[in-house]
């Protein structure tokens, strides 16, 4: 079981300040995650690569035999599982990986049976290595601390109306949070970038970049990325955070949604967008809407697509942003183009 925000516990909430991981992932360590694959995709912990010593259904046959049999007889199953030949290989990708790696370090769930097996096959090699402590339950704990207690760093938000560029003006600043990039997507209906990760990865790498820190830049977003939830407390931080509104001229915004959402996609893509957030257009903007877009893609040009575009920042984007900005018009610390923004944020 992979301990989730809700599950986190008072007697774990000083985690943050242990002072072997802070420096494990300051020093970004790699790290070799030898829990079954399922395991790994679910919470992949930063720095690590998925070097398994059993594999799903290996993982699951063990699991069925201690239920049924107890664990002398499951640890049984499993050396027979993993010999022969199976056995050498997966030793020698841990090898391998330690040659480039001599810094790695093992894990499994809870620093148990699998890492120790793991390690000592690894030692009796000439490579010795103990598992970390506690395993991946302790490392979920630590980034857990960060995000539920540890002091949050100051933020000031980049913000602006839907095209203005802000994910290209963030990349300026050294000390960035792109949550889009974390997210695998930028928070619109129309925003997919990708698989996105699983929302423990991406808690996890959102808590490393708060490690030690005490001031970052960062996108203005709302509590989702898709199907990713910002955590609550990180997120009411954000919303109290200062910000400056980049602002940019309607045809320089459509010309960057061109270029960033729309450019080598399919027209299927934005269809089906479009009813995700047909009940909020109503059905008139709706089917406007889709007609617009079927004609777009007949030419694929910046001037063919302009007329949906228009319609959707104008009518739909523009309006929502607008009403949430005056709500925070107080956390405002200056208005204006990219130039502007700069020289203004170069001199604080």
């Known amino acids: 079981m992979l301990l989730s925000l809700a599950e986190f516990k008072v007697d774990q909430a000083f985690m943050f300040q242990d002072k072997e991981l802070i420096e494990l992932f300051l020093n970004k360590t790699p790290l070799i995650d030898v829990r079954a694959p399922v395991e790994f995709k679910e919470g992949i912990i930063p720095f690590s690569v998925n070097l398994p010593l059993m594999t799903d259904q290996e ?13 002398h007889a499951a640890i049984e199953l499993g050396h027979q599982l993993v010999s ?3 056995k050498t290989a997966r030793i020698q990708a841990w090898l391998d990986f330690l040659k480039l790696n001599p810094e790695a370090q093992v894990f499994c769930f809870r620093g148990g049976l699998r890492s120790q097996i793991s390690c000592q096959w690894i030692s009796e090699h000439g490579m010795a290595r103990s598992p970390i402590k506690g395993g991946y339950k302790r490392l979920r704990q630590f980034f857990l601390s960060w995000l539920e207690v540890a002091p949050l760093p100051k933020l000031v938000r980049i913000a602006g109306p839907t095209g203005s560029g802000k994910s290209h003006f963030l990349i300026q600043f050294p000390k960035r949070i792109d949550l889009e990039g974390l997210a ?7 925003g997919q970038l990708g698989p996105q990760p699983s929302q423990i ?4 790498n959102l808590a490393l970049h708060l490690i030690n820190q005490d001031f970052f830049y960062i996108e203005d977003e ?4 898709g199907d990713i939830r910002l955590p609550n407390r990180f997120y009411q931080h954000l919303r109290q955070s200062p910000m400056v509104v980049l602002r940019v001229p309607l045809e320089e915004r459509i010309k960057n949604i061109f270029q960033d959402y729309v450019s080598g996609r399919d027209k299927n893509f934005f269809l089906q967008a479009t ?10 903007r709706t089917d406007r809407l889709m007609k617009l877009i079927e004609q777009g893609f007949l030419y694929e040009t910046l001037e063919s697509h302009s007329p949906w575009i228009t319609l959707l920042l ?8 607008e009403k949430d900005l005056a709500r925070q018009k107080l956390l405002v610390l200056k208005e204006g183009s990219a130039s502007e923004l700069q020289s203004f944020l170069g001199e604080r």
């Open 201 to 204: 990865t991406f808690e996890n």
């Open 275 to 284: 009813q995700k957030i047909a009940r909020k257009l109503g059905g008139e």
């Open 222 to 225: 709302s509590s989702h990325l």
């Open 314 to 321: 104008t009518e739909y984007y523009d309006p929502m942003y």
């Open 84 to 86: 022969g030949a199976t």
């Open 184 to 190: 695998h997507h930028r928070g619109s209906a129309f």
């Open 59 to 71: 993982r699951h046959q063990v699991g069925l035999c201690y239920k049924e049999n107890g664990q």
